[in-house]
Nanobody
């Protein structure tokens, strides 16, 4: 069992940066791939980035490639999402999720956090 808690969201102007954290409980967290997803009001949840269990493999949605960076510190049971050059269209609730495979599919992740709001003003 893995429990996830996101933090670091907030209000930022376009062009600014935020760093999201996903803190996990459970001794087996380092065995899981972790993904970040986001959901804007009235829209479906969409893939943002994912990282494999070791941190050596990362994947990004085209919309955030070159602006966002996912990383993890397994010693601290934490995954990060550094978001730079933020745009108003990045506004959403951001969720982290843990699963057995590194994938962009929502249904492949078994454990989810409660989400953190990111709002980018123009």
């Amino acid at each position: 069992q893995v429990q996830l808690v996101e933090s670091g969201g907030g209000l930022v102007q376009a062009g600014g940066s935020l760093r999201l954290s996903c803190a996990a409980s459970g001794r087996t967290f380092s065995r899981y791939a972790v993904g970040w997803f986001r959901q804007a009001p009235g829209k479906e949840r969409k893939f943002v980035a994912a990282i494999n269990w070791s941190g050596y493999s990362t994947y990004y949605a085209d919309s955030v490639k070159g602006r966002f960076t996912i990383s993890r510190d397994n010693a601290k049971n934490t995954v990060f999402l550094q978001m730079n050059s933020l745009k108003p269209e990045d506004t959403a609730v951001y969720y982290c999720a843990a699963g057995g495979v590194t994938t962009s599919a929502v249904n492949d992740y078994a454990y989810w956090g409660q989400g953190t709001q990111v709002t980018v003003s123009s």
